[in-house]
């Protein structure tokens, strides 16, 4: 294990694999964003809105259960055979959606599909923050759900033109085909477990564990609470979305080739977004990004109840994806950051849970709304919900994950001019013995909170890990927050100190 070393550099090769893999994960879901409620209507005879939604709450039901069992599962066959797993689930979606000759088989194929996406999705994530380490944990985020959510909106796009050409059936699904096999073979074959990694990280670790992880993710814990009720918000506009806004779209007059582009665009700007944001995620303050994040989705809902000409759902659909990008590799980068690494799996499938539920929840709530008030309530609706989100993220999420960097040649220049600053080593005390800067003190993260009064005094401290970023920044939050001195964390590191 001593060979096995923590960072997007060091392990691109896996990453870039499972970027790809979670690509396909992507496109299955693509495969019915855009056509399922036409085909619903068109060869089923479905009419009730909630009728047409059970595609959509089945999924969310399933997915969301099998990302709760998910990080056990994890635990226990290992990542890789989870993410084959799977695969498995897939291989027989496309054929049922091609073939099926009543609805209830349609909703079958979709407890597949949230399985499926449970636990392959699941499985990606929880292997790229292993590899990344706690430094980069925004920007694998980022790249993980924007390869994703490119998918859906890509495949969105495609199976609507294909459905507008040749017709909504067989020939949109075999993509769904290329999608199983290729993500089943590439899983098999070439990905490699991250068990290593994550014992690596548990040694350096600063960050306590939880005492129930279930009740502390889901609510107890301010931060972890905040998150979980965010992410299950996101996803219940985000089934609406799904749902009724092409109903919505249909009812304007837009033809489906029409209708594919605006849906595509959604889920494209999301993807895209979301290689900034996971990176800014890394930088800026997490819980500032959420607030914004949720309230911008909120106020695009609300807007796109009046919307009426193409370009007016063009631009709200843009917004509404910016909106989606900048919250979705931020919550899972923040769950990371707040949970213990052996603890990681767990809770991220907590987290996901909730989420996930938003899909079945989103899909039954306006369901109910459309049918007994209408379509526009229904939207609303889910718009105030996702505000009155954003403002629960504001005022019950306390405490910043990221401060502000202070570079190696400040910090220099502060101690040769006799400054009064302190170099808090925040590592555990192995890695401050291995190697550490030069009259730097060792206050391990674990610790630091109880013993915030000794830090008085200090024109800055500078806290310091080993690439920075990670308990670097945790630590600077803390003594920032306490107000004995004013704090910042090191750039690049003890690494960067020595390279």
């Not at 291995?434 to 009064?453: K, S, Y």
Request: aromatic letters at 12%; hydrophobic letters at 50%.
């Amino acid at each position: 294990m001593n060979d096995v070393a923590l960072g997007l550099r060091q392990n691109w090769r896996q990453f870039v694999l499972l970027v790809i893999i979670n690509a396909f994960v992507g496109g299955m879901v693509g495969l019915e964003r855009t056509i399922l409620p036409a085909l619903a209507e068109g060869q089923f005879g479905l009419a009730a809105k909630t009728a047409i939604l059970s595609f959509i709450v089945v999924f969310g039901v399933s997915k969301a259960l099998t990302n709760f069992f998910a990080g056990s599962f994890a635990d226990r066959v290992g990542r890789k055979n989870l993410l084959v797993i799977g695969w498995l689930f897939a291989l027989p979606i496309p054929f049922i959606l091609i073939y099926a000759e009543h609805w209830h088989w349609i909703v079958a194929a979709n407890i597949l599909l949230g399985i499926n996406q449970g636990l392959t999705w699941s499985s990606t994530v929880v292997m790229k923050i292993d590899l990344v380490g706690d430094k980069q944990r925004g920007l694998a985020m980022g790249l993980n759900e924007s390869a994703g959510y490119l998918a859906v909106g890509g495949v969105a796009f495609l199976t609507g033109w294909i459905a507008s050409e040749y017709g909504i059936r067989p020939y949109p699904f075999y993509l769904g085909m290329v999608f199983t096999v290729a993500g089943l073979f590439l899983s098999l074959l070439w990905v490699k477990d991250t068990v290593h990694h994550v014992a690596r990280e548990t040694q350096s670790s600063g960050v306590a564990k939880l005492k129930k992880i279930v009740w502390e993710t889901t609510w107890k814990d301010k931060n972890l609470g905040s998150i979980s009720q965010a992410g299950l918000v996101n996803n219940l506009n985000d089934g609406m979305v799904w749902g009724i806004f092409p109903m919505i779209l249909a009812g304007r007059g837009f033809g489906l080739d029409e209708i594919a582009r605006i849906v595509a665009i959604y889920p494209v700007v999301w993807g895209l977004g979301q290689l900034v944001t996971g990176k800014m995620a890394d930088h800026f303050n997490k819980k500032n990004m959420l607030f914004l994040g949720m309230l911008f989705q909120g106020l695009a809902l609300l807007t796109m109840a009046w919307a009426t000409g193409f370009f007016h759902f063009v631009f709200l659909s843009i917004v509404l994806g910016i909106g989606t990008a900048v919250v979705y590799p931020t919550f899972l980068a923040a769950i990371g950051d707040f949970t213990h690494p052996s603890q990681r799996a767990k809770s991220i499938g907590v987290f996901r849970l909730w989420r996930d539920l938003g899909y079945a929840i989103g899909a039954l709530l306006t369901g109910f709304i459309a049918d007994s008030f209408g379509l526009v309530p229904s939207v609303y609706f889910i718009a105030l919900l996702t505000i009155v989100s954003s403002f629960i993220i504001a005022i019950r999420m306390t405490k910043p994950v990221i401060h502000d960097c202070i570079s190696i040649g400040e910090v220099k220049k502060l101690i040769d001019s006799g400054a009064a600053i302190r170099i808090i080593d925040v590592r555990s005390p192995t890695e401050y013995e291995t190697r550490h800067i030069g009259g730097a003190e060792n206050i391990p993260l674990d610790q630091l909170a109880g013993r915030l009064g000794e830090l008085t005094g200090a024109s800055l401290v500078v806290t310091v890990c080993g690439k920075g970023g990670g308990r670097s920044a945790t630590g600077s939050g803390l003594v920032n927050e306490a107000g004995h001195s004013p704090a910042a964390w090191l750039c690049g590191g003890t690494d960067a100190w020595y390279a």
